[in-house]
């Protein structure tokens, strides 16, 4: 087992670019001089900055990250670097009679390496006993032909960081431009809120004119279909001129099916919630006539047709603005573990105030939904679940169910 060790550790020393060109009776006096060390995962080997600057690293087995501080002083946010495994060396700047180490290194699994004492090296170049002037002659060299390995080793570490850093820089670039179409798309959305809330002003002086108490639901849904098509054509306009591709917004049908399918079954558990809601205003509060309002007598087929479809129709608008655009950007935007939680309220706010010019109660009301579709909005990263889901439960809630009793529209 021992030989077995020996010869695997002279075999990755063999294969390291450090010592290429060294001879065995020089390997086998290094490692002689070596010894090994474990660490645990997540244990770190060098701490960047330490004044310990007396050996390097050649890995057995395991793997090992290299870590860089940032500019922040949270220690959790150093950069990593690189990544090492079996057969590779760190550490080795010490070489140079650098004092410090330049960089931390962490087990990123268990791992085990061969530790080189610096000043050993040296040692190997000097006259050892019983040999010959050409073995000593032999041995002066290999100091030599290690630094010559290093020069190269380092101009190609130097060469793949050069590599990595103009990678970072397009991708910082690429980032900086999203940040850049999201606080546009935001810019935006600030000014067509600020035109919604003129509107909703504008809407309540009709409504409570002396001459309008008759057309107030007309007055109230023209100005909500006109605010409807304010909100989705602006989001539309700042969509095309983005850098985003529409997936990024939902508007994909790559995966429809499976979208529309879990849309309708997602659907269910609302809808049962509803009637549960509605079955106990009915049976301990007296509201209502019936669990079921519907009456299919009063409409044609092409009636129910044309209603189904307005509702589908409208349902995806307000997604495309509330979940597809809003959402999507905020997600992309905020930072942080929570993320996803905030931008998923913020945007249900957002989607309950655009129901704000109707009533107050139904604006409450769409928030607990709105969070409900939000999440379905994560999972399936399209519109077409929640686009179905949303006009189903409005048509069922309000034209079926009959919720217009408690909640006015």
């Not at 002003?201 to 409504?207: E, H, M, P």
């Not at 605010?227 to 054509?233: K, Q, R």
């Amino acid at each position: 087992m021992r030989e077995k060790m020996y010869s695997d550790t002279l075999s990755l020393l063999k294969k390291n670019i450090l010592f290429q060109a060294c001879s065995d009776d020089d390997l086998n006096t290094l490692i002689s001089f070596a010894k090994t060390k474990i660490f645990k995962a997540g244990e770190y080997l060098i701490h960047e900055g330490d004044n310990d600057q007396q050996e390097f690293y050649l890995i057995q087995s395991g793997k090992v990250e290299i870590l860089k501080k940032s500019n922040k002083p949270d220690p959790a946010e150093a950069i990593v670097i690189t990544t090492l495994e079996k057969g590779e060396t760190f550490g080795e700047i010490a070489l140079l009679g650098f004092k410090q180490r330049i960089a931390s290194v962490k087990a990123i699994k268990q791992t085990t390496v061969l530790v080189i004492p610096i000043d050993k090296l040296n040692e190997i170049q000097n006259t050892l006993v019983s040999l010959t002037a050409e073995k000593s002659s032999e041995h002066s060299a290999f100091y030599n032909t290690v630094l010559i390995n290093l020069g190269k080793q380092l101009s190609q570490r130097l060469y793949n960081t050069n590599l990595i850093t103009v990678e970072t820089l397009q991708r910082q670039l690429v980032l900086q431009r999203e940040r850049i179409d999201s606080i546009r798309f935001f810019l935006t959305m600030l000014f067509i809120l600020a035109i919604y809330s003129y509107c909703t002003a504008f809407l309540k002086n009709l409504i409570n004119a002396p001459n309008a108490a008759n057309k107030s639901e007309l007055i109230s849904a023209i100005i909500s279909l006109v605010m409807m098509v304010v909100f989705f054509g602006g989001t539309m306009i700042v969509i095309s001129k983005n850098s985003f591709p529409l997936s990024f917004y939902g508007l994909t049908l790559k995966r429809w099916k499976r979208s529309a399918f879990e849309g309708l079954l997602y659907t269910i558990p609302v809808l049962f919630v509803l009637l549960l809601v509605k079955f106990i205003a009915l049976r301990f509060y007296g509201l209502g006539d019936s669990l079921i309002e519907f009456d299919p007598q009063h409409l044609s087929a092409l009636e129910l047709t044309g209603m189904v479809t307005l509702y589908f129709v409208l349902a995806s608008m307000q997604e495309i603005v509330a979940r597809g655009a809003v959402l999507s950007s905020l997600i992309h935007f905020l930072s942080g573990r929570h993320k996803k939680t905030i931008a998923v309220a913020l945007s249900d706010l957002l989607f309950g105030m655009i129901h704000l010019h109707i009533s107050l109660e139904l604006a409450i009301a769409v928030l607990f939904f709105g969070f409900y579709w939000g999440w379905m909005f994560l999972r399936q990263q399209d519109i077409v679940g929640v686009s179905i889901s949303h006009a189903l439960t409005g048509f069922i809630a309000f034209n079926v169910i009959g919720f217009e009793e408690f909640i006015p529209i």
